[in-house]
T-cell receptor, first 114, second 113 residues
């Protein structure tokens, strides 16, 4: 079946450090891939997406590239800020039939220290 | 454009009671999905509605049900509440039928005591 695996957190970084959060997926077919971010006490916000192989999604300095050969969609940012502290979820769209169902990874807590 | 609105934001219920949560999607969005978020199980898909029809359902007991109205607003109902139903319930709306791109509300925090 379809599934998403994320690196365990928490990830603790100093401000301006480089960020990588690993995400790999298992899916039949060609799902769309997403990164969502959740700030404390809030719902999820779409951070970026990629809909086909080799696509690069980017937003607010974050980037992720859809790698079909390694079934990965790692999230990166060159210089993190304290305001980036949140939980990050990798997700894929379920494939097969008309649906907007998303399958999420377990989430990775990022804590950025000043 | 207004975002996804969920009401209420917080609820406290007693075991055995039932509860109804409401979700108003982004204007023009016809698809509404519901998710349950808990520390132990993470984000789990409950069900999806599109044009008033349930077209996908997750692996939850029949105590969990939902519906969608002609204006795309959706409600979910949980009957005979159990302590384990305590969670953040998130609603997401999507513009198209199958893109997977979803916009989430802030959620309803349900506590069962």
């Amino acid at each position: 079946g379809n599934s998403v695996t994320q690196m365990e957190g928490p990830v603790t970084l100093s401000e301006e450090a480089f960020l990588t959060i690993n995400c790999t997926y298992t899916a039949t077919g060609y799902p769309s891939l997403f990164w969502y971010v959740q700030y404390p006490g809030e719902g999820l916000q779409l951070l970026l997406k990629a809909t086909k192989a080799d696509d690069k999604g980017s937003n607010k300095g974050f980037e992720a590239t859809y790698r079909k050969e390694t079934t990965s969609f790692h999230l990166e940012k060159g210089s993190v800020q304290v305001s980036d502290s949140a939980v990050y979820f990798c997700a894929l769209s379920a494939v097969g039939g008309a649906t907007n169902k998303l399958i999420f990874g377990t989430g990775t807590l990022l804590a950025v220290q000043p | 454009k207004a975002g996804v609105t969920q009401t209420p934001r917080y609820l406290i219920k007693t075991r055995g009671q039932q509860v109804t949560l409401s979700c108003s999607p982004i204007s023009g969005h016809r698809s509404v999905s519901w998710y349950q978020q808990t520390p132990g199980q993470g984000l789990q898909f409950l069900f999806e509605y599109f044009s008033e029809t349930q077209r996908n359902k997750g692996n939850f007991p029949g105590r969990f049900s939902g519906r969608q109205f002609s204006n795309s607003r959706s409600e979910m109902n949980v009957s005979t509440l159990e302590l384990g139903d305590s969670a953040l319930y998130l609603c997401a709306s999507s513009q198209t039928g199958d893109s997977g791109e979803a916009f989430f509300g802030q959620g309803t925090r349900l506590t069962v005591v």
